[in-house]
């Protein structure tokens, strides 16, 4: 049983090249999300997706672009990279978006992305 | 929006130790407390959460005490073993759509054998 799976798992950018994150769930959950993780500051959310078809930004949207694109997938992108992005990105899935809230969200094991 | 303090960052306990690790929230209409462990290498993953409706959850080990009126909540492992070395994270939300769940900054625990 996968769970969520992200691609790449290591990247490194130079400054104002473009890559995007994949992720995928096979728990048929409605919801995903992705987080950036940094020394000391926990998980902060970027984006999330409630439901297929829809997006909505986080608490750090900015720089990042993503795309539902089914069900199962959810894509972040980086249009310009710049070393502020350096971070650790986890994608995360829940049943439902009220139950990340009040249940358990789901994580991948994390894309280690390195901007020159 | 809500703010979540976690102390401390890091904590080392010998091995049949406990291990307190507290939080601090600022909202309060902050009413589900997760802790997510993440292993090194690892994604977080859920170990125990409580509700504001419930002072205290325990699963064996560990346990979560919440105080509401103070607004913090701990989290309490007994009898610490190897394994229990890992980064945790607690976190708060209320249930109101568009609440995102906020997390602490982390607690690094290491328990030496």
């Known amino acids: 049983n996968a769970g969520v799976t992200q691609t790449p798992k290591f990247q490194v950018l130079k400054t104002g090249q473009s890559m995007t994150l994949q992720c995928a769930q096979d728990?048929?959950?409605?919801?995903m999300y992705w987080y950036r993780q940094d020394p000391g500051m926990g998980l902060r959310l970027i984006y999330y997706?409630?439901?297929?078809?829809?997006?909505d930004k986080g608490e750090v949207p900015n720089g990042y672009n993503v795309s539902r694109l089914n069900k199962r997938e959810f894509s972040l992108r980086l249009e310009s990279a710049a070393p502020s992005q350096t971070s650790v990105y986890f994608c995360?899935?829940?049943?439902?978006?009220?139950?990340?809230?009040?249940?358990?969200?789901?994580f991948g094991e994390g894309s280690r992305l390195t901007v020159l | 929006g809500e703010n979540v303090e976690q102390h401390p960052s890091t904590l080392s306990v010998q091995e049949g130790d406990s291990a307190v690790i507290k939080c601090t929230y600022s909202?309060?209409?902050?009413?589900?407390f997760p802790w997510y462990k993440q292993e090194l290498g690892k994604g977080p993953q859920l170990i125990i959460d409580?509700?504001?409706?419930?002072g205290e959850k325990k699963d064996q080990r560990i346990a979560v005490t919440l105080n509401k009126t103070a607004k913090h909540f701990s989290l309490h492992i007994t009898e610490t073993q190897p394994e229990d070395s890992a980064v945790y994270f607690c976190?708060?939300?209320?249930?109101?759509?568009?609440?995102?769940?906020?997390f602490g900054g982390g607690t690094r625990l290491m328990v030496k054998p």
């Open positions: 995360a899935s829940s049943e439902a978006y009220r139950t990340a809230n009040t249940g358990e969200l789901f």
């Open positions: 728990m048929n959950h409605n919801s």
């Open positions: 997706s409630a439901s297929e078809g829809t997006t």
């Open positions: 909202d309060s209409a902050s009413n589900y």
């Open positions: 409580i509700r504001s409706n419930v």
């Open positions: 976190a708060a939300s209320g249930n109101n759509a568009g609440n995102m769940l906020t």
